[in-house]
């Protein structure tokens, strides 16, 4: 089934257009990745989705057009944000991010900290760090918290930016293998930005290129990853 497909998405910045008619498709229980070089568009794109800029063309999710919808009624129908940079609120305790995280819900506060203890479980470092500020983490924790913190919400689908940037190798993969058990335990659907092309390209189920707010081509990690032409002019491997 079809989760998220947006059709002719354009957005922009005051007069200058970034995206231009952007045709993207998530599947339910998929891991889909966007790949290009900085200034291609794959924030843009996410920050649309999401509904944090304006933004023309139709965005459905789960059938129903959101194109109009709010940021709050978007996280609450079930989609999910990790901006780039973390965005985690640094003075506050790692279990208040994780809480601000629940804002929209509106079920008991039992449930909400049934979550907690959930995800405390599975990332164990932030349990350890329960009661830390935010800020004083290293740079691999405070991108789990940020992934934590989104689960919050209960998510069917998760908006990934750029979560690798400024980390380690060993933490990147350590935070890969997060997000592939999230997608096959929890049957997360996951809409990830990567700079890291052959890493995201062995998680995923099918890739989108970007250039210059366009689409220029899409299909399965073994179809792009075998075309030459492809693979050293967008991949670098």
């Known amino acids: 089934m079809t989760l998220l497909r947006t059709q002719g998405l354009t957005a ?42 304006p933004r023309q063309g139709i965005i459905e999710y789960e059938g129903r057009a959101i194109q109009k919808a709010s940021p709050d009624a978007i996280v609450r129908g079930g989609i999910a944000q990790v901006p780039q940079g973390r965005g985690t609120f640094p003075e506050l305790s790692v279990a208040d991010n994780m809480r601000a995280g629940a804002y929209v819900r509106r079920d008991s506060a039992a449930s909400v900290q049934a979550d907690l203890e959930k995800w405390f479980e599975v990332f164990p470092r932030l349990a350890e760090r329960h009661a830390q500020r935010a800020g004083s983490l290293s740079g691999g924790e405070q991108q789990m918290l940020a992934i934590a913190r989104a689960l919050m919400s209960r998510p069917k689908l998760l908006l990934c930016d750029e979560p690798s940037m400024g980390l380690a190798p060993l933490i990147t993969q350590e935070l890969f293998h997060v997000i592939e058990r999230l ?22 189920s099918r890739v989108y290129l970007l250039e210059t707010g366009r689409i220029v081509a899409s299909g399965s990690a073994a179809e792009l990853g075998a075309d030459d032409t492809i693979r050293k002019a967008y991949l670098g491997f």
């Open 12 to 53: 922009g910045y005051g007069p200058l257009t970034v995206l231009e008619g952007i045709d993207i498709e998530v599947n339910e229980g998929e891991i889909v990745v966007m790949l290009g070089a900085n200034g291609a568009g794959k924030t843009t794109t996410m920050r649309a989705i999401s509904g944090v800029m």
């Open 183 to 204: 997608n096959r335990d929890e049957g997360l659907s996951v809409l990830l930005v990567e700079q890291n092309a052959n890493l995201a390209m062995h998680m995923a």
